[in-house]
């Protein structure tokens, strides 16, 4: 564990507890794609199987119970709750993302560390997140308007994945043997799909104007 570590994990956590304060709270799902939101709770189920069959330490159970509940709890309130289910755009979140699901499973099966099933489903839960986001940014860009909540939640993803790039460059300089290619190119990749996306943030910041994406 490092600063940049935990301020990464950190980061995370305020970006599912932002979401969940405008889902819960308001009682509006406006602006997030349900798409996405399935995209992740794929990515958690998937690669927080060794829950069942190792234990790190009580923060990183704690960390993987957090995500993977939040991430099931939001795909239930924006498809379940009658409330929050009204306010979901249906026609403008269309992107096929069960499309990027095949795609990077197969990729897992061949580009991996390790061919063993719980190494096989984390270097896939890994390759999906890299894309999840590629409907949410898609919504954005079709609805133009985005809502402060909702412009906060993509900025501290974004933020988090930036903060795990310097957690492993700190690693690499200071643990011998430090080497993960997967995890980094698939980080990278995940990184670049927002940089569109903090452009147009820092402009609405800069200029004290709401956020909107060219469509």
Known sequence: MNIFRLAGDMTHLASVLVLLLKIHTIKSCAGVSLKTQELYA?????????????????????????????SFS????????KAVHRTYDREQDTFRHWF???????????????????????????YLEAVAILPQLVLLQRTRNIDNLT????????????????????RYFTEPHYVHWI???????????YADFFYYYFLSWKNNKKLQLPA
């Open 42 to 70: 794929i990515v958690f189920a998937t690669r927080y199987l060794d829950i069942l069959t190792s234990f790190v330490s009580v923060y990183n159970t704690l960390m993987k119970l957090i995500f993977l509940g939040s």
């Open 74 to 81: 939001i795909v239930w309130y924006m498809r379940y709750h």
């Open 100 to 126: 990027l699901v095949l795609p990077c499973l197969l990729l897992a099966l061949v580009i991996h560390e390790k061919f063993t099933l719980l190494e096989v489903l984390w270097t896939f839960s890994l």
């Open 151 to 170: 412009g906060q939640y993509i900025c501290l993803l974004g933020g988090y994945r930036g903060l795990y790039i310097l957690n492993w460059i700190y």
């Open 183 to 193: 995890t980094w190119i698939a980080g990278l990749v995940q990184t670049l799909l």
